[in-house]
């Protein structure tokens, strides 16, 4: 991905360390991890709990910065690639600001790109009614609920329509339906758009639903232990219909057997449902 004739990767980890503390308080959370994200590609990254997930995708965020390794982000440092808001954030903590309303938070991005306020108001509209919260956009966050926040983070993070998306855990706190519709919509606005995705979940099937690819990782510290390709088919393939097929959980045994390895282990963290 990194030839010159070729664009550059949505995502580029090489051999990326992330130890915390030091002495004996030291905690090795992530160790050589080295992952390619083309653009357009969706990738989740499953793993039992504590194996690193969230300190990879804070590492790209640049939230973080590697014990040792290197990460780009469209060819740019990661740092730079934050300063020039080249991707959507929907984090398990909503991070939204509480002193602003719903609509508010969600026009933030477009605000910041100097969008008028017509196209704000506009393109508003349009995602608090894909997230199911057009009856809220004057709600201030603490008035609504985890998973109702957790919508409002993810309609923010679509304003752009970014070329990137890094969604930790961002259905984690939805009911079961509001999940479904989330996940189907969430296939959508990528075929639609063109987006890449580094995705974290605990739910093997959600990543199988989603991903072009799963990252499997190891427990701590965090290594890759497998990838396996999902091979479903484009969007339109993607339908509900297909959470009922045989290649559905054909791929989710795979991701499993690759997350438990050679034993049958119960992997904490990591739900099979
Ligand atoms: N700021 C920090 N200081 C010290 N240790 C940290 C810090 N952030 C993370 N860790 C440790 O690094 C390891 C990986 O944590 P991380 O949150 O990335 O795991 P995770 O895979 O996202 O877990 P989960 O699935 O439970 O959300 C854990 O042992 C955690 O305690």
Redesign the pocket.
């Known amino acids: 991905m990194s030839a010159s004739t070729e664009q550059p990767a949505a995502v580029e980890t090489a051999g990326v360390t992330?130890v915390?503390?030091s002495g004996r308080g030291e905690?090795?959370?992530?160790r050589d991890v080295s992952l390619t994200v083309a653009e357009g590609e969706f990738v989740s990254?499953i793993?039992?709990?504590?194996?690193?997930?969230?300190?990879?995708?804070?590492l790209i965020a640049d939230l973080?910065t590697p014990s040792s390794g290197a990460i780009t982000v469209f060819g740019k440092s990661a740092r730079q690639a934050r300063l020039d808001q080249d991707y959507g954030i929907a984090f398990?903590q909503a991070g939204l600001l509480p002193w602003r309303t719903v609509r508010g938070n969600i026009e933030l991005p477009l605000q910041t790109h100097g969008a008028s306020p017509a196209r704000r108001r506009e393109r508003t509209d349009e995602l608090l009614q894909m997230v199911g919260l057009s009856d809220f956009g004057e709600h201030y966050p603490d008035q609504l609920s985890g998973g109702m926040q957790q919508r409002v983070a993810i309609a923010r993070s679509l304003a752009e329509s970014p070329k990137l998306l890094l969604m930790?855990?961002p259905f984690g706190a939805l009911d079961e339906m509001t999940r479904e519709r989330m996940q189907n919509e969430l296939v959508r606005i990528c075929a639609e758009t063109g987006c890449a995705v580094v995705f974290?979940t605990?739910s093997i099937p959600e990543a199988v639903f989603l991903s072009d690819r799963v990252v499997v990782?190891s427990p701590?510290?965090?290594e890759i232990r497998d990838i396996v390709d999902i091979t479903l088919g484009t969007a339109a393939a993607r339908g509900a219909a297909l959470r009922e097929e045989a290649v559905f959980y054909d791929a989710i045994r795979a991701v499993r057997e690759a997350l438990h390895g050679a034993e049958p282990a119960v992997v904490r963290?990591a739900e099979t449902r």
């Open positions: 992330r915390f503390g905690v090795h959370a992530l990254l793993g039992p709990s504590g194996c690193g997930k969230s300190t990879l995708m804070r973080d398990q930790d855990e974290v605990h990782m701590r510290p965090g963290g």
